[in-house]
């Protein structure tokens, strides 16, 4: 049953990438397959493990072609299955003035089949051919309005970042041959493969692909790419795929005490995320920072020992963070496509639908009872409490969850307050290509989280629960938060934090220009074209011409060429 529910998705997955319309209607089949195998794990607890015979030899390994089904990798491919529905629903309004708007959606299922592939796979090679397609699909899209200059600039950034971080999961890869027999994730936690440069190298790969701190910029620059791909980019494929590289990893770093790390860099993410989306003005940066600060979030969760929670709140963010985007395209679209929170006010009157959606994913987003983001952030919250993390860390996530309900408060208020900036003659368009993704998505915003509260919770069973003034710990700050940014007063300003601590001007500007220029000057200038031209090619052949010429009158090409080869000829025996 389940081979023919695999095969069956596989194929309609193709078909649509051939289907010249209602691609989005389609898309409808895969997810509702997928939904009796999640029940028939979820009910059963087990794994599904297809392997194939063996499809490449790296060294002394032979390495089968593998897919793992258990309930993280189905959970999570539901989910994206359903949200990318939506998104390419949402793009049929958003791109309609598109010329190329099939191509558009074609490359949204390309995208999404890559990060199928990453989900299901279940060694090292497997991974990385997922890993990087959503990355090179990411660049494409990232740059789909090539003729702007910042959405070039954008993906080349967001490649060099990624670029950076897929050498960690090389080096992770390279560790893997030399410690173990098998590339298989489960093989490899069985026999104890515990380096440590395997741990650093995950560790920066899931840095890299996951926008954490010091590998974060190329996130909030991707927002000069369409909409669609900023929903689809945040919400289920390429930046949560770091996150779910660390779960798959975790029980392997557990044995090394290297969790502890990764609880650190999330908190220190999740608190630098947030401080600076307090001071952001674009609408899409603002939501951008919030996906950074979440993604430390998950991966405190992967750093304290609980990835089921990181899974858990990867999930339920990725229905509000698709529909935080939605409603900000429909918003920016209707506005002149003006991305200025302080000129996109009265959107009540405007875009009453879009308006109502973008509250609900934002009161999901900072924990308000009994929405998606409540169950899942609490839960993290509760178990960090109780665990032996470090405190500092633990501060920080209180600190970025307070900071989440306060952006979130200001960014509501800009835009439904009544201002001069922005004044409605009338309401202006919202389709049903809008309309119907917007609803379905605040739908999983609202049940989500109790949707899947009751599995979390007899799989994270708590051996000593904590006292209800605990348990209310993040309501009770995010309420404060939310109060205090009632009274918020727009002249209050921070350049350290509007500037990103600055992050960007010292990394990227006096570094890169002093870097480009000795690079200009001392490698290339005095290396490829000094000493390397002087001794290597155009010196052998000034060389050569010199000597044919004072062996005869008359030069000849030819007997340079025979000089040449004969020259050749004995370096390769005297190198043999």
């Known amino acids: 049953m389940s081979l023919i529910i695999i095969t069956t998705t596989l194929l309609t997955t193709t078909i649509m990438m051939i289907a010249p319309t209602k691609t989005s209607n389609k898309l409808l089949i895969p997810t509702m397959l997928s939904l009796p195998l999640l029940m028939n794990i979820t009910n059963s607890s087990k794994i599904i493990n297809l392997a194939e015979p063996k499809w490449l030899s790296v060294m002394y390994m032979e390495l089968p072609f593998n897919i793992n089904l258990d309930m993280q990798s189905i959970t999570f491919s539901l989910v994206a299955l359903f949200i990318t529905m939506n998104i390419i629903m949402f793009s049929n309004y958003y791109m309609k003035k598109d010329k190329n708007i099939q191509k558009f959606k074609n490359m949204l299922i390309v995208f ?11 060694n090292m090679v ?7 397609g959503v990355g090179i699909m990411s660049f494409l ?10 959405a070039n600039a954008a993906a080349m950034q967001a490649i060099i970042y990624n670029r950076v971080g897929d050498m960690g999961l090389i080096v992770a890869a390279a560790f893997t041959i030399t410690c173990s027999s098998s590339m298989n994730f489960q093989h490899m936690t069985l026999n104890n493969t515990n380096s440590l440069m395997l741990s650093i190298g995950l560790l920066l790969a899931a840095a890299g692909k996951s926008a954490q701190l010091g590998m974060h910029p190329w996130l909030p620059a991707a927002m000069e790419g369409p909409t669609p791909v900023s929903a689809l980019l945040h919400s289920s494929t390429m930046v949560v795929a770091g996150v779910y590289l660390m779960m798959r990893m975790a029980p392997l770093m557990a044995k090394i005490n290297f969790l502890s790390n990764l609880a ?4 220190s993410t999740a608190l630098f995320a947030s401080t600076v989306a307090m001071f952001q003005n674009d609408l899409k940066k603002v939501i951008a920072y919030s996906t950074t600060s979440q993604l430390g979030l998950m991966m405190f969760s992967v750093g304290i020992g609980q990835p089921l929670l990181a899974l858990f709140h990867m999930t339920t963010h990725g229905f509000f963070k698709a529909l ?8 920016i679209h209707n506005n002149m496509d003006d991305q200025d929170a302080r000129t996109n006010n009265n959107t009540m009157k405007e875009s009453p639908i879009s308006l109502a959606c973008m509250i609900t994913g934002s009161l999901a987003l900072m924990g308000t009872p009994f929405l998606a983001g409540f169950y899942s952030k609490d839960l993290i919250i509760e178990f960090a409490a109780k665990s032996s993390t470090n405190m500092f860390a633990f501060m920080m996530i209180i600190i970025a969850t307070a900071l989440t309900a306060a952006y979130s408060t ?6 439904t307050e009544k201002t001069s900036n922005n004044t409605p003659l009338k309401m202006k368009d919202e389709p049903k290509k809008l309309i119907y993704p917007l609803l379905t998505l605040s739908t999983g915003a609202l049940i989500s989280g109790w949707v899947l509260i009751n599995f979390i919770s007899e799989n994270t069973q708590e051996e000593h629960p904590l006292p209800t003034p605990m348990k209310i710990l993040a309501l009770t700050i995010s309420a404060l938060a939310v109060t205090a940014t009632t009274k918020w007063k727009s002249e209050i300003k921070s350049k350290f934090l509007y500037k990103t601590w600055f992050f960007t001007d010292l990394n990227h500007s006096k570094p890169a220009h002093a870097t480009v220029k000795n690079m200009l000057k001392g490698s290339f200038m005095a290396g490829d074209q000094g000493w390397l031209e002087t001794m290597g090619p155009m010196g052998i052949t000034h060389t050569l011409t010199d ?3 004072k062996t005869t009158i008359k030069p000849s090409k ?8 004969i020259f050749s000829m004995v370096i390769a025996l005297l190198l043999l």
Do not use: D, P, Y
């Open 324 to 331: 935080l985007f939605m409603c900000s395209g429909s918003l």
């Open 558 to 565: 030819i007997k340079t060429h025979m000089c040449v080869l």
């Open 410 to 415: 200001r960014l509501i208020k800009m835009i």
């Open 264 to 267: 650190i860099l999330g908190a």
């Open 547 to 549: 000597l044919s010429k």
């Open 126 to 132: 497997q991974i990385f051919i997922g890993w990087e």
């Open 141 to 150: 899209l990232i740059s789909w309005w090539a003729t702007r200059n910042l």
């Open 112 to 122: 999404l089949m890559f990060m199928l592939v990453l989900l299901t796979a279940n």
